[in-house]
């Protein structure tokens, strides 16, 4: 890896800039960067504007991006991230570094990587894990590839904040994507518990048992209590779940959450898990994991990328 790094971003919307400008604010020069609607002067103008702010100058083509800059950093939207790679594809080749940190899909992740890859240069799969105007270079970024360590080592040597987190593409996009299933999916069923709560008053107490009982203990006490005894008691909570969704439905609200949960409870009752575990709560999630293993759940591979 070089000491000194050639940048060039592809996009330089809100996150590209507030990258590129704590960058050159930390005494990175000569950044370069390549925008989406180019012809558009409107466009142009607020582009050339940031890359003034960002000490950043602009280029009008991808080959000259390409030939100037060692590495490539996709801050495009995730519905123009293929179209990116494959427009850059043909213009890198050995010694180049695409990072690709838009918020694609692992698939999307992977099939950019197979275009890049297939044209000699290393590919990087990214997260960025934060608001980035509110905190700029120094957002977490998660990288993964063959080449992730290394990459992570030169960004971070240039005032950037990446951990490596896996050798394949599409394992930073996948932990960002499934970290969303938690905090996304907790989010909705928090919405439909304060709504019940609130016509009955009764959200603040909800919300200290809540803390007191579980979510105060630390994440691994709950994860382990909730997971755990889903694998024996799902049958029976379905059916405690089906009384919540009734109530919801009795104050005028869509149990959308509540609905969707009881689907899952029915799931993890028909695994029979119970008898696997013999109707004792396992002592932590991985004994579920592990579970989940031998039954073959995890036998079926994911889709590869055409
Ligand atoms: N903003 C954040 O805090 C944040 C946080 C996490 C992840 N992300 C991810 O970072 C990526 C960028 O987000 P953003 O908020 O910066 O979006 P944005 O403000 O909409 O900026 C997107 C940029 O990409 C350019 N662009 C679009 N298609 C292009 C192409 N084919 N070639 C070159 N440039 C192209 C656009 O140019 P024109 O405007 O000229 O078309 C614009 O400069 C997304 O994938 C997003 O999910 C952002």
């Known amino acids: 890896m070089p000491d000194s790094l050639s940048l060039g971003f592809i996009g330089f919307g809100e996150a590209g800039f507030a990258i590129a400008r704590g960058l050159h604010e930390a005494g990175v020069e000569g950044i370069l960067f390549i925008h989406g609607r180019r012809q558009d002067p409107a466009r142009a103008a607020l582009a050339t504007k940031r890359g003034r702010e960002a000490g950043a100058a602009a280029v009008d083509t991808a080959r ?3 030939a100037r800059s060692d590495y490539l950093l996709s801050v495009v939207p995730p519905a123009a991230a293929l179209d990116a790679a ?48 509110a905190e700029g270079r120094r957002v977490l970024t998660f990288l993964a590839g063959p080449q992730a360590e290394a990459v992570a080592a030169a960004l971070n040597g240039i005032g950037m904040n990446c951990r ?4 394949e593409a599409g394992q930073a996009a996948a932990i960002k994507l499934i970290l969303s299933i938690a905090t996304k999916g907790f989010g909705g069923l928090l919405v439909e518990m304060l709504l019940a709560g609130h016509h009955f008053r009764v ?34 909570r379905a ?36 008898a696997k575990f013999g109707g004792v709560v396992p002592a932590g999630y991985r004994e579920v994991v592990r579970a989940w293993e031998e039954i073959g759940l995890f036998d079926r591979q994911p889709r590869k990328p055409e």
């Open 86 to 133: 494959r427009e850059f594809a043909p213009f890198l080749g050995p010694g180049k570094v695409y990072v690709d940190l838009t918020s694609s899909s692992p698939r999307d992740m992977q099939a950019a990587a197979k275009l890049i890859e297939a044209a000699g240069a290393s590919f990087v799969d990214g997260a960025l894990m934060g608001p980035v105007p």
């Open 164 to 167: 490596s987190v896996g050798a």
């Open 64 to 66: 000259e991006l390409a």
């Open 239 to 274: 059916v405690e779940m089906q009384a919540a969704q009734q109530l919801l439905e009795e104050l005028g609200i869509d149990p959308v959450m509540v609905r969707a949960t009881v689907e899952r409870l029915q799931w993890s009752a028909s695994l029979d898990l119970s």
């Open 203 to 236: 959200e603040e107490t909800v919300l200290t048992v809540l803390n007191d009982q579980f979510f105060g203990r630390g994440l691994e006490y709950v994860v382990d209590r909730f997971v755990g005894s889903d694998a024996i008691y799902a049958g029976r």
